[in-house]
């Protein structure tokens, strides 16, 4: 019969795409691997995948045995986590995807509160934007992913703190002396913005007051817009949270309207996170709480 590592190594194996960054998940060499899933093929007596230089794709067969696989282990995982809650532990390793936002506050204050309290939790760290955690929660990379509102419908969302929207420029432009600004003082500003997938909401809030901005240049890293604006070379409208280590001569200015984005923690519908990841959002919740950016 099977075994649950050879269903493991099988489900890596596709997520990954390849057989070394499959052993390196797993901590197996390459050799494991394809032994695995060889004797995996063997004992079903199905072709399930498909070799070739680049990458590894499934078989009609193995599309359908990867299915089964698959939801065999998501029963495992909701197994394992039963009985860590009757055992009421607090260990284990816990993957969460990560937006580059929160990394620069909320996140060291919750792993340095992990590291004294919950030594038993590994957590790993996987960095991305919303495109990328929402795809690695779906197919199970991650356990839990930090994201902003509107999420997809496959997904529950715990709120964690709202992020204000402000705009910035330089020292020297010509609305640096206004007190508050308005969105159509920016109609016809150079822009610098965030790539979509790293931001979605200032382009949701300009469509919204149909304001089609001069976008001059787009950006996936923030503290490459933050330096190109201290240059003068545009304007932006960024999270507040991105500005904890901002340049000291960059002009942050609010808007006469408030506006924000909701940053929480999703996981997959129909999933059941462990003790620990469960825990690691109730951290994130009360240390919000007296998140810089709240103050």
Same mark, same amino acid.
């Given at each position: 019969?099977?075994?649950?590592?050879?269903?493991?190594?099988? *489900?890596?194996?596709?997520?990954?795409?390849?057989?070394?960054?499959?052993?390196?998940?797993?901590?197996?060499?390459?050799?494991?691997?394809?032994?695995?899933?060889?004797?995996?093929?063997?004992? /079903?007596?199905?072709?399930?995948?498909? %070799?070739?230089?680049?990458?590894?794709?499934?078989?009609?067969?193995?599309?359908?045995?990867?299915? *089964?696989?698959?939801?065999?282990? @998501?029963? @495992?995982?909701?197994?394992?986590? =039963?009985? #860590?809650?009757?055992?009421?532990?607090?260990?284990?390793?816990?993957?969460?995807?990560?937006?580059?936002?929160?990394?620069?506050?909320?996140?060291?204050?919750?792993?340095?509160?992990?590291?004294?309290? &919950?030594?038993?939790?590994?957590?790993? /760290?996987?960095?991305?934007? &919303?495109?990328?955690?929402?795809?690695?929660?779906? *197919?199970?990379?991650?356990?839990?992913?930090?994201?902003?509102?509107?999420?997809?419908?496959?997904?529950?969302?715990?709120?964690?703190?709202?992020?204000?929207?402000?705009?910035?420029?330089?020292?020297?432009?010509?609305? #640096?002396?206004?007190?508050?600004? =308005?969105?159509?003082?920016?109609?016809?500003?150079?822009?610098?913005?965030?790539? @979509?997938?790293?931001? %979605?909401?200032?382009? %949701?809030? /300009?469509?919204?007051?149909?304001?089609?901005?001069?976008?001059? &240049?787009?950006?996936?890293?923030?503290?490459?817009?933050?330096?190109?604006?201290?240059?003068?070379?545009?304007?932006?409208?960024?999270?507040?949270?991105?500005? *904890?280590?901002?340049?000291?001569?960059?002009?942050?200015?609010?808007?006469?309207?408030?506006?924000?984005?909701?940053?929480?923690?999703?996981?997959? %519908?129909? =999933?059941?996170?462990?003790?620990?990841?469960?825990?690691?959002?109730? =951290?994130?919740?009360?240390?919000?709480?007296?998140?810089?950016?709240?103050?």
């Amino acid at each position: 019969m099977p075994t649950l590592a050879q269903y493991i190594a099988l *489900h890596t194996l596709i997520e990954t795409g390849n057989f070394t960054e499959t052993g390196l998940k797993l901590n197996l060499t390459q050799s494991s691997i394809t032994h695995a899933m060889n004797n995996l093929e063997k004992e /079903l007596d199905l072709s399930l995948i498909i %070799r070739n230089r680049n990458n590894v794709i499934l078989t009609s067969n193995g599309k359908m045995v990867y299915d *089964h696989v698959s939801k065999i282990l @998501q029963e @495992q995982q909701k197994l394992d986590n =039963t009985v #860590a809650n009757l055992k009421k532990l607090i260990s284990g390793t816990i993957t969460v995807g990560v937006l580059p936002s929160v990394s620069l506050v909320l996140l060291p204050k919750v792993l340095s509160y992990f590291e004294q309290h &919950y030594p038993d939790v590994t957590i790993q /760290l996987k960095e991305g934007d &919303y495109d990328q955690i929402e795809n690695w929660l779906q *197919h199970g990379v991650v356990d839990i992913g930090f994201l902003a509102k509107p999420v997809s419908e496959n997904l529950i969302f715990d709120f964690i703190f709202e992020d204000q929207l402000l705009c910035i420029m330089a020292k020297d432009h010509p609305l #640096a002396s206004e007190e508050h600004l =308005t969105l159509n003082q920016l109609q016809d500003e150079r822009w610098i913005m965030p790539k @979509q997938n790293i931001d %979605r909401d200032v382009l %949701r809030i /300009l469509s919204k007051h149909k304001i089609i901005p001069n976008i001059v &240049y787009e950006l996936s890293v923030d503290q490459a817009i933050l330096t190109m604006v201290t240059e003068n070379l545009g304007v932006s409208i960024v999270p507040k949270s991105i500005l *904890h280590h901002a340049p000291a001569d960059l002009i942050q200015k609010n808007f006469t309207e408030h506006y924000a984005r909701t940053v929480g923690i999703a996981h997959k %519908r129909n =999933t059941y996170p462990s003790p620990a990841a469960m825990k690691f959002v109730e =951290t994130c919740e009360k240390l919000a709480e007296n998140f810089p950016i709240n103050n």
